[in-house]
């Protein structure tokens, strides 16, 4: 089955500074990767994705960037704010069916001020 | 997206007893989806609801101990039965939402469970 690793487990930045979250997946057949960010006590919410017809994808500070070739995709944070820190889970799914995410260990940002 | 509710959003429950999460969503979906997240970890798959049919149940979770039940398409159940500290966590609904390519996930809000 698919396995997904993130790296770092733990980040620390400065405001202002740029954050880049790094995932790679197993599975080749894996062609939907999303990336959700969790503020302490709340629920996952979807902040991006991309899909593999596409290499990269942004959104104002957001960008994620995918390799196939390699099976890895990676989150960039631009510019950020202390209300970036949270913990941002990436995940893979081959989506053509519905079937379930594979989510990675997730990565706690601090952006401190 | 989806408004996805939960109830209760927190429960305290003694060992040995059950409790019995909802899901209600507002708009009708074919697949639902249940999580654990144990305090500092990631998102563990539950079990596959799809109304109608049985629930999917992923390696290492088992119907005696997670029954659900999907009576229809904006709504779900599952039960955590013969509760242990070990299931202290937060247990979450989620649903798959099929914009113009491809399916994304959304998750309700959790409940908080503490077994004492």
């Known amino acids: 089955g698919e396995n997904v690793e993130q790296h770092p487990s733990t980040l620390s930045v400065q405001e202002g500074d740029s954050a880049v979250i790094k995932c790679t997946y197993s599975d080749s057949a894996s062609n939907y990767f999303p990336w959700y960010k969790q503020e302490l006590g709340k629920r996952p919410q979807l902040i991006i994705d991309i899909r593999s017809n596409v290499g990269e994808k942004k959104d104002q500070r957001i960008a994620v960037t995918l390799n196939k070739t390699a099976k890895h995709f990676s989150l960039h944070i631009t510019e950020t704010q202390p209300e970036d820190s949270a913990v941002y889970f990436c995940?893979?799914?081959?989506?053509?069916?519905?079937?379930?995410?594979?989510f990675g260990p997730g990565t706690r940002l601090s952006v401190l001020p | 997206s989806a408004v996805i509710s939960q109830k209760p959003s927190r429960d305290i429950c003694q060992r040995g007893t059950s409790l019995t999460i909802q899901c209600q969503v507002d708009?009708?979906?074919?697949?639902m989806f249940w999580y654990r997240q144990q305090p500092g970890q990631s998102l563990t798959l539950i079990a596959t609801?799809?109304?109608?049919?049985?629930?999917?149940?992923e390696s290492g979770f088992v119907i005696d101990k997670f029954p659900i039940s999907r009576p229809n398409l904006t709504f779900s159940t599952l039960t955590v039965s013969n509760l242990s500290p070990e299931d202290s966590s937060i247990y979450l609904c989620s649903v798959h939402l099929r914009p113009v390519e491809g399916y994304e996930q959304y998750f309700g809000p959790g409940t908080r469970l503490t077994v004492t």
């Open positions: 609801a799809n109304q109608g049919s049985e629930a999917t149940y």
């Open positions: 708009s009708q979906v074919t697949m």
């Open positions: 995940a893979a799914s081959k989506d053509n069916y519905g079937q379930n995410f594979v």
